[in-house]
Nanobody, 122 residues
Framework: QVQLVESGGGLVQAGGSLRLSCAAS????????MGWLRQAPGKEREFVGGISWSSGTTYYADSVKGRFTISRDNAKNTVYLQMNSLKPEDTAVYYC???????????????WGQGTQVTVSS
C-alpha cells in the first residue's frame, strides 16, 4: 500500500502561483511513478504531469507545459507541483497518484490522495 496526502491548494488570482505538495508513505512507494491529475466540475479526471521517483524524469500534459513544474524531494518523500501563470481553466481538485509505470492515463494509477482544491479567479 502507498499512502498519499496532498496539501497546498487554495484560491489565487489569474496569473498567480501555487505550489502543491504530496507526501508519500508506505511500502516501496519509491518504485512507483508519481502523477498529478485534476478534475474540474462536470469534467473527467485529467492528467497534468508526472515524475519518476528513481530517475526524476518528468512529463507533462500540453495544457500545462511551460507553466507547471513537478519535482521531488527524496529526503522528505514528497513530490511537488509548482503552478505558475495560473488560469481560471486550471480550477479543479488536484490529486496526487502513484502508478507502477509512467502513464498519462488516469485509470492506470493504483493509489490516490484525497485531493486538494485549486481555484483561480479571473
Amino acid at each position: 500500500q502507498v499512502q498519499l496526502v496532498e496539501s497546498g491548494g487554495g484560491l489565487v488570482q489569474a496569473g498567480g502561483s501555487l505550489r502543491l505538495s504530496c507526501a508519500a508513505s508506505g511500502r516501496s512507494f519509491s518504485s512507483y511513478a508519481m502523477g498529478w491529475l485534476r478534475q474540474a466540475p462536470g469534467k473527467e479526471r485529467e492528467f497534468v504531469g508526472g515524475i519518476s521517483w528513481s530517475s526524476g524524469t518528468t512529463y507533462y500534459a500540453d495544457s500545462v507545459k511551460g507553466r507547471f513544474t513537478i519535482s521531488r524531494d527524496n529526503a522528505k518523500n514528497t513530490v511537488y507541483l509548482q503552478m505558475n501563470s495560473l488560469k481560471p481553466e486550471d480550477t479543479a481538485v488536484y490529486y496526487c497518484a502513484a502508478s507502477r509505470a509512467p502513464t498519462g492515463v488516469a485509470d492506470h494509477y493504483d493509489f490516490w490522495g484525497q485531493g486538494t482544491q485549486v481555484t483561480v479567479s479571473s
